[in-house]
C-alpha cells in the first residue's frame, strides 16, 4: 500500500459528460501528479500541484482541470469527455514539489462510452 | 528538455532466465534515477533507485548500476520468475529551472516470464 489513495476504482461514463476524480496524497507529502495512461499513448504526465499552488503542466487538455485543495487532496475534472478519454488515470504524491521519488495510486479506470 | 528511452517490448523469458531492459537518458543536470514496476491491474510502485553516479539500487534481485559515462540505468535480474510478469519503467527526476524537481518516465517494457 502506497499510501495514496484514489476514488473511485472504476468509473463509466457517456460522451460529453464531465468526471471529478479524486486523490489522496500520502501523510506529509506537498506535491500532488496526476497522469493518463492508455495503451497507445503510455504514461503521459497532465499537471503536477504543490501545497496548492501549480507546478507544472503537461499534456493536459483544455478539457481537463485539476486543483489541490488545502488539506492537500486533490481532483482531477474532465469534462465534454470523449471515447480517446478512456484510460487509467493515476495520481501521484512526494514530499518535495517533483521528487525524489514519486508513490502511486492504484489508479481510476475511466471508460467513455 | 529530459529524456528516457529504454528498450521496446514485450519481453518473453522463460523461469530462471536472466533479465536486462535497457536504459538511457537524457537530463540537463544530475538526475536520480528510478525503476518503477507496475503489475497487472494495479499502479506503479518504486522498484529501486540510485541518485548519483556508480550507485547501484537493487531491490527483490533486481540491480540497476547509474552510469554517467554512458547516461545508462539498464535493469537487470539474475534468474526472473512467473511473478515477475509485469510492466518496468525507467525514469528520472532532475531540478528544473524553476528549481522544483521534473519527474520524467519511459514508455514502459512489458515483462513475461512463462513457467
Known amino acids: 500500500d502506497s499510501g495514496v489513495t484514489q476514488t473511485p476504482k472504476h468509473l463509466i461514463t457517456a460522451t460529453g459528460q464531465r468526471v471529478t476524480l479524486r486523490c489522496s496524497p500520502r501523510?506529509?507529502?506537498?506535491?500532488v501528479y496526476w497522469y493518463q495512461q492508455s495503451l497507445d499513448q503510455g504514461l503521459q504526465f497532465l499537471i503536477q500541484?504543490?501545497?496548492?499552488?501549480?507546478?507544472a503542466k503537461g499534456n493536459i487538455l483544455e478539457r481537463f482541470s485539476a486543483q489541490q485543495f488545502p488539506d492537500l487532496h486533490s481532483e482531477l475534472n474532465l469534462s465534454s469527455l470523449e471515447l480517446g478519454d478512456s484510460a487509467l488515470y493515476f495520481c501521484?504524491?512526494?514530499?518535495?514539489?517533483?521528487?525524489?521519488?514519486?508513490?502511486f495510486g492504484q489508479g481510476t479506470r475511466l471508460t467513455v462510452v | 528538455g529530459n529524456s528516457v528511452t529504454q528498450m521496446e517490448g514485450p519481453v518473453t523469458l522463460s523461469e530462471e532466465a536472466f533479465l536486462t531492459i535497457n536504459c538511457t537518458y537524457t537530463a540537463t543536470g544530475y538526475p536520480s534515477l528510478f525503476w518503477y514496476v507496475q503489475y497487472p491491474g494495479e499502479g506503479l510502485q518504486l522498484l529501486l533507485k540510485?541518485?548519483?553516479?556508480?550507485d547501484k539500487g537493487s531491490n527483490k534481485g533486481f540491480e540497476a548500476t547509474y552510469r554517467k559515462e554512458t547516461t545508462s540505468f539498464h535493469l537487470e535480474k539474475g534468474s526472473v520468475q512467473v511473478s515477475d510478469s509485469a510492466v518496468y519503467f525507467c525514469?528520472?527526476?532532475?531540478?528544473?529551472?524553476?528549481?522544483?524537481?521534473?519527474?520524467?518516465f519511459g514508455k514502459g517494457t512489458k515483462l513475461s516470464v512463462i513457467p
Open positions: 525514469a528520472l527526476s532532475d531540478r528544473s529551472g524553476a528549481g522544483s524537481y521534473q519527474l520524467t
Open positions: 501523510s506529509g507529502d506537498l506535491s
Open positions: 501521484a504524491s512526494s514530499v518535495e514539489p517533483g521528487g525524489p521519488e514519486a508513490f
Open positions: 500541484y504543490y501545497n496548492g499552488e501549480e507546478r
Open positions: 540510485a541518485t548519483k553516479a556508480d
